[in-house]
């Protein structure tokens, strides 16, 4: 099996936002590739936040019932629910690399789940956090990403 892969909320968001098509296109190209290499992970933060943006922000687009159907699906890689050893993580995350709180729990998330790569946009492309290395989903393909591994 190839290595874990964290997905974070705003490629998910991508899927459904026709507003810039070459991200659209990417987010949907690489959520297949982790679909189809089972690499795929997730945590309930992503869930709720992709919920509560896609019915705020898309509402136009994304009915409730789309958005619940999306997050439903999305359970399939499992979740783990928020436990105290990924927000303390989080915690030394946040004060060792100056991370936002959010972006300290999707990285100590990641790390809980044995991620070896973080797919996002909101920190530097191939920057190092510990055991994890952030992929930009929009400056790398999957076929790039797997010349990388």
């Not at 026709?18 to 959520?31: G, S, Y």
């Not at 928020?82 to 990641?110: C, E, N, P």
Request: aromatic share 12%; proline share 3%.
């Amino acid at each position: 099996m190839s290595a874990l892969v964290f997905v974070d909320t705003n490629v998910h968001l991508y899927t459904k936002d026709a507003r810039d098509a070459d991200k659209q296109v990417r987010a949907n190209e690489w959520l297949t590739w982790c679909w189809m290499q089972r690499t795929g992970r997730i945590s309930t933060q992503v869930l709720n936040e992709f919920y509560n943006n896609a019915i705020t922000k898309f509402r136009t687009v994304v009915t409730v019932e789309k958005a619940r159907e999306q997050v439903r699906m999305l359970r399939l890689w499992q979740p783990p629910h928020l436990d105290t050893y990924t927000v303390d993580g989080a915690w030394v995350m946040q004060d060792r690399f100056k991370l936002s709180h959010w972006d300290a729990l999707i990285m100590s998330s990641a790390q809980q789940q044995g991620c070896r790569y973080l797919l996002s946009e909101d920190m530097q492309h191939l920057q190092q956090y510990d055991t994890v290395q952030v992929i930009n989903p929009f400056l790398m393909t999957p076929a790039e990403f797997e010349n990388l591994k």
